[in-house]
C-alpha cells in the first residue's frame, strides 16, 4: 500500500511539473475576420452593411464571440499560450477579438502588420503577455517576382522570450501562401515562390545562429507532401531526417494518416501546419517538441450536425447564407516543453 501511494505521488508530482513546463502554440484561419467599416484602400466590400452578405454589427459579434469560444477552449480550456492567425481585417479586429469575454483574462498582446493584400485579410499574432515579452516584429514581404500583379499576404516574423527562466527565444512566421484560385497545378508556382523566400528567411536565421529555435506556422494552401512543403521548404515527415537545415513537419505524419484541417469536396486536406526547427525537434536547446502533441482540434459544436455537409466545419456563411458558425478551418496546436 505505500509503495503505491508513492508511486501515485510521484506520478502526480511529475504530471504536474510536465503541466508547468508545457507551452501550447496554435493556429488558426480565421475565415474573414472583418469589421462593418469601409477601408477606401482595400476592397473588403464583401464584408459591408450595404453587400450582399449584409455584414452588420450583430453578425460582427457573433462572429467575434464564436472565434473566442474555439480559441478559449484550446488548450483544456486554457487557450494557446501563443496563436498565430490568418485572414484577419487589421489590428483593431485582433484587438476586439482579445477583448471578448472569454478571452480577455488571458492578456494577449497583439502582434499585426498591414499587408499589401488587397481583400485585406493580414496575418497576426497573439501571445500571452504573463509568458513571454516581444523582442522584435517585422513584416516580411513575399514579393513573386514570376507574378508580379499578385499582391499577396507578408510573412509575419516575431522574436519571443520567456518571462521565466530558462527565458529561452522563439521566432515565429506566421504564413499564409496564395490560395488555390484558377486550379491546384496552375496556382502551384506561387506557393513555391512564397515557400522560397520563407526558406530563405529561415536560411538567414541559421546563419546567425544554427540553433535558432524556429517555429513556421501558417494555411500554405497546400499540403505536407505537396512539392512548395516537402521540397522548397523541406519540412520533413522524421525528426531524424534534418540534416543541412531540414526542418521538421509536424502535421506530416497527420496526413499520411488521412487528417487534416480544410475539407475539400469530402476529403479533408492538411493546409494549416506547424514546423519546428533542428534545435526544438531534437531537444538540443531548452525548448523541444513534446512527440507526437500535434493536434487538429476539432469538437462537435464547431461541425455541421446535419444535412448534405454533416462534419465539416460549421463556418460564418455558405455563399451569401448567413450560418454563424466559426471558420472553414480547423486550428491546429502543438506542445513545447522547456528545460530548467
Known amino acids: 500500500m505505500k509503495k503505491t501511494i508513492i508511486l501515485m505521488l510521484v506520478l502526480i508530482t511529475t504530471y504536474a511539473s510536465h503541466a508547468q513546463k508545457s507551452i501550447c502554440i496554435a493556429f488558426y484561419n480565421q475565415e474573414n475576420l472583418f469589421d462593418t467599416i469601409d477601408d477606401p484602400h482595400k476592397n473588403d466590400n464583401e464584408f459591408l452593411p450595404t453587400s450582399k452578405k449584409e455584414w452588420n454589427t450583430e453578425k460582427y459579434l457573433n462572429k467575434l464571440q464564436n472565434m473566442s469560444k474555439v ?26 477579438l482579445t477583448s471578448t469575454e472569454l478571452l480577455k483574462k488571458h492578456k494577449y498582446t497583439v502582434v ?37 500583379n499578385v499582391n499577396t499576404r507578408d510573412i509575419l516574423m516575431v522574436r519571443l522570450e520567456q518571462k521565466k527562466k530558462p527565458k529561452s527565444q522563439v521566432v515565429v512566421l506566421v504564413n499564409h501562401f496564395p490560395s488555390r484560385l484558377g486550379g491546384e497545378k496552375k496556382s502551384e508556382p506561387k506557393r513555391w515562390g512564397a515557400a522560397q523566400i520563407l526558406r530563405n528567411v529561415c536560411d538567414s536565421l541559421f ?25 522548397v521548404l523541406r519540412a520533413k515527415a522524421s525528426a531524424y531526417d534534418l540534416n543541412n537545415g531540414n526542418l521538421f513537419n509536424a ?32 531537444c538540443s536547446g531548452t525548448l523541444f517538441y513534446e512527440k507526437s502533441s500535434a493536434t487538429v482540434y476539432k469538437q462537435d459544436w464547431m461541425l455541421e450536425q446535419e444535412g448534405k455537409y454533416k462534419g465539416s466545419p460549421k463556418r460564418t456563411y455558405a455563399g451569401n447564407k448567413f450560418l454563424n458558425g466559426y471558420s472553414d478551418h480547423l486550428p491546429v496546436y502543438i506542445y513545447l516543453n522547456f528545460k530548467k
Open 71 to 96: 480559441i478559449s477552449s484550446i488548450n483544456d480550456n486554457k487557450a494557446p499560450d501563443i496563436i498565430g492567425m490568418a485572414e484577419v481585417e487589421n489590428k483593431e479586429m485582433a484587438q476586439a
Open 112 to 148: 499585426h502588420f498591414e499587408s499589401p493584400d488587397e481583400r485585406s485579410i493580414d496575418n497576426a499574432l497573439l501571445f500571452k503577455s504573463s509568458q513571454f515579452k516581444l523582442i522584435s516584429a517585422t513584416p516580411v514581404p513575399v514579393i513573386l517576382s514570376d507574378f508580379p
Open 207 to 231: 546563419a546567425n545562429n544554427p540553433q535558432e529555435n524556429i517555429v513556421i506556422m501558417g494555411d500554405f494552401n497546400d499540403e505536407p507532401t505537396n512539392s512548395s512543403m516537402d521540397s
Open 251 to 282: 502535421m506530416y505524419e497527420m496526413k499520411l494518416n488521412n487528417e487534416g484541417s480544410y475539407l475539400y469536396r469530402g476529403h479533408y486536406e492538411m493546409l494549416d501546419q506547424i514546423i519546428l526547427s533542428s534545435s526544438i525537434t531534437y
